[in-house]
């Protein structure tokens, strides 16, 4: 999809012509913010679409017993949906720092945990490496966008854009 194309499905859901200058930009920056609501739900419904926002990064560098995360990842239940492994050996997350601290290096396994905008590991043997493979689901581009996608990110900008109109409906079935 593009962004013209976005706006011209909301034109046509809301049955009116945005020609101002304003409201463009304003369905633009919306439809950032449902991009991740995309995600969001179908991560949430288990989809099978879900599937389309995997990513896999191989032979990833990392140095300082850190990593950073990367931009485009979804970190809405990061902890069950993202998988690390240094060459072949699987990682092992924990909940937070102060226990990445606390495990004990003599278990011969790989831990890493999320502290804000870093993978904190603890390797058994090295500090850095260029052998880090993580695959994780990420938030969508507009482009990403594909018919199978369409109608659920069109629903979900306009929810955005008309936040009462649900409501509104909730009120009047009651």
Known sequence: MTNQELIQYVEQRLNTQTDTVFVRPVILAVATLALTDLARVLIDTDSELS????????????????????ANMLLHKQIETTKMYF???PAYQVKDRDKLDLTPSTLGNIYYALYGKTF????????????????????PTI????????????????????????????????
């Open 120 to 139: 904190y590991i603890d390797h058994t043997s090295t500090t850095s490496g260029s052998d880090l493979n993580i695959s994780y689901y990420k938030v």
């Open 51 to 70: 599937g389309k926002l995997i990513v896999s990064l191989t032979n990833q560098s990392w140095s300082n017993s850190s990593f950073a995360v990367p």
């Open 87 to 89: 060459g072949t050996t």
């Open 143 to 174: 482009s990403d966008i594909d018919a199978e996608l369409t109608n659920l990110f069109i629903d979900l900008v306009i929810a955005r854009l008309v936040p009462s109109s649900g409501q509104q409906e909730n009120v009047k079935q009651k």
